[in-house]
């Protein structure tokens, strides 16, 4: 017979552990992004940093401009559902063609924005015509138009959890790219 034995913790239960400084935690997740409760970008990787470009700083920028939230599904993007939903896995999309290259252009304003929507729809627009020229009379397939094969199209897929850090009132998206 086999005997059961008890497993022993090999952690005291009654000593505390140091505190980890978030530069830490953004050493060991360069994907990962701090959010304070006006959904401001507070911090971020180094690797979500080269990603941005170097012409502007990510820095204080609303998350919702430059991330779209996949999973998990049916809920806005919102403060509240990041604090009590901290135990769900996220799935967070980095929009690469949105905001990197033309919030260094200065303020924005509504012309500024149409324009800039106007070209990169010319550019979709173009695209799609080469697309459709290299079917010679055929309709397009949705696997010609798949993310992957148009560079310019490229997002970059996070998939981690949010951990809320008390000390500075802020979420931390600790993640990595899918």
């Known amino acids: ?4 034995t008890k497993k022993v913790s090999h952690l005291q239960t009654s000593s505390k552990l140091k505190p980890v400084p978030c530069e830490l935690l953004l050493n060991l997740f360069p994907f990962g992004m701090l959010i304070n409760p006006a ?14 470009g ?12 430059s991330f779209r ?3 998990p599904k049916g809920i806005s993007f919102t403060w509240k559902n990041l604090f009590y939903l901290r135990s769900v896995m996220f799935s967070l999309e980095f929009l690469c063609g949105g905001m990197g290259s033309n919030s260094a252009e200065g303020s924005k304003t509504p012309e500024t924005e149409h ?6 729809t010319e550019m979709h627009v173009d695209q799609l015509a080469v697309s ?9 397939s949705p696997y010609q138009l798949r993310r992957e094969s148009n560079h310019g199209l490229r997002n970059i897929l996070l998939k981690g959890q949010m951990r ?3 000390d500075i009132n802020a979420i931390m998206f600790l993640c990595s790219p899918v």
């Open 54 to 65: 170097e012409k502007s700083s990510i820095l204080g920028h609303p998350v919702t401009e």
């Open 39 to 52: 959904m401001e970008i507070i911090g971020v990787g180094e690797r979500l940093m080269q990603v941005w």
């Open 69 to 71: 939230m996949r999973r």
């Open 132 to 140: 459709a020229s290299n079917t010679i009379g055929r309709p397009i």
């Open 115 to 120: 324009v800039a929507d106007k070209k990169t």
């Open 164 to 166: 809320y850090i008390e």
């Open 1 to 4: 017979m086999r005997s059961c």
